[in-house]
């Protein structure tokens, strides 16, 4: 069994690519425009880098990424498909904003997940125009066809995704409706944290109706780091096949929940990348490797990285707080019902 620091290894979510169709205003792939290699994970890389027997130990795999969406990797489909066939029980999980390709490609991704697995759709506006505020490039019925494309074959779960704002915090109900009626099984809205990382946004507004709960700050007095991915036994793959601690580890150099560079600086502390590299290590002799000894060994410090203060401080952040079930989900106002 792959394991770090004695915990068992179960989940993975991979970085298919860093291209988008998409310009959403406060993505790390929009922000740190020119910062990072354009590129997409390969299907012979992919079979290389999580091979049939690490594959089949694996509970779940999720396709999300940090700088791109999982539908723009060329070869994306044949990956789902490899994926399942190396793992027949696995989670499959794909998110994206759905106006990417036909509706054909989204029954085959479908039903190439199967039974065991969710894809999530991004959907926030119920007009074109209110949801092109944020999802800029978009086109809303796209992602309706091709979440009903997808939904129809009855195979895997369909959700949808709204990030609340002042501009759409009074179409949640409405897009709630549109997404059963289209055939998504499950409906999450939240409002974002981003403002607090990246400060006034222009025509962009934080929801007043729905306001984040739980905001607290974490100076150097974390309390320790209890790293969220390792206790859930879960790593991250990106679009150079490194494996990474987690997915806030993933777009290191335009990282927003770090401060400029730092993440980079942590990592070549660490002796670079190359000593990650699943095409050139093995699984379980990159866990026991000096990169992941020395993280743990700088949680127990005032050195631990800016990141693990951010997101996973036993003194909780305001970041933190939103991996939390109760403040992921918006907060009702008194006489809201059915979020
Ligand atoms: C970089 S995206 C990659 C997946 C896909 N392109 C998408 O947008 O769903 C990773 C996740 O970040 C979420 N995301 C994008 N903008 C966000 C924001 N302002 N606040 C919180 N989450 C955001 C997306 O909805 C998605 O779940
Ligand atoms: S669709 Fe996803 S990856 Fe693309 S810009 Fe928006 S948040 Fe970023
Ligand atoms: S930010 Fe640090 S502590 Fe948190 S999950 Fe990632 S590696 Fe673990």
């Known amino acids: 069994m792959l394991h770090w620091n004695n915990k068992p290894i179960s989940n993975i979510t991979v970085g298919l690519t860093t291209h988008c169709n998409a310009g959403c205003p406060q993505c790390a792939r929009t922000i740190g425009k020119g910062n990072y290699d354009l590129e997409s994970l390969s299907i012979e890389g992919f079979k290389r880098a999580v091979p049939p027997e690490v594959m089949s130990e694996l509970m779940y795999v999720g396709f999300c990424g940090s ?18 066939a190396a793992n027949p029980d696995c989670h499959i999980a794909f998110l994206t904003n759905g106006s990417i390709r036909d509706a054909g490609w989204w029954d085959a991704l479908a039903r190439a997940i ?10 926030d506006g ?58 998504a099984a499950h409906f999450i809205a939240f409002s974002t944290y981003r403002f607090d990382l990246l400060g006034d946004q222009g025509n962009l507004q934080p929801s007043t109706k729905y306001p984040l709960k739980h905001v607290t700050r974490v100076g150097d007095d974390h309390g320790g780091i209890s790293c969220l991915t390792m206790n859930g036994g879960r790593l991250a793959v990106d679009t150079k096949y490194h494996l990474l601690p987690c997915c806030w580890f993933v777009d290191y150099d335009v990282n927003l929940h770090s401060k400029a560079g730092s993440l980079r600086q942590l990592i070549d502390d660490l002796g670079g990348l190359e000593p990650l590299s699943l095409l050139t290590h093995a699984w379980q002799e990159i866990l ?34 939103m991996t939390a079930k109760d403040s992921w989900f918006v907060q009702k106002p008194s006489n809201a019902t059915g979020v």
């Open 67 to 84: 700088l791109g969406d999982p539908a723009m990797c060329p070869d994306a489909l044949e990956i789902v498909e490899y994926t399942r």
């Open 114 to 123: 199967g039974k065991k697995g969710h894809i999530t759709f991004a959907v």
């Open 126 to 183: 119920a007009t074109q125009e209110s949801h092109e505020k944020y999802r800029i490039g978009t086109k809303l019925a796209k992602v309706w066809e091709n979440l009903s494309a997808a939904a129809d074959t009855g195979q895997c779960m369909i959700d949808v995704q709204m990030l609340v704002y002042k501009h759409n915090e009074d179409e949640v109900e409405a897009i709630e409706a549109q997404a059963k009626r289209y055939g």
């Open 288 to 321: 026991d490797g000096e990169f992941y000894k020395k993280l743990v060994a700088m949680w127990d410090c005032q050195k631990a990285p800016g990141v693990c203060k951010a997101m996973c401080a036993k003194n909780r952040s305001h970041i933190a707080s």
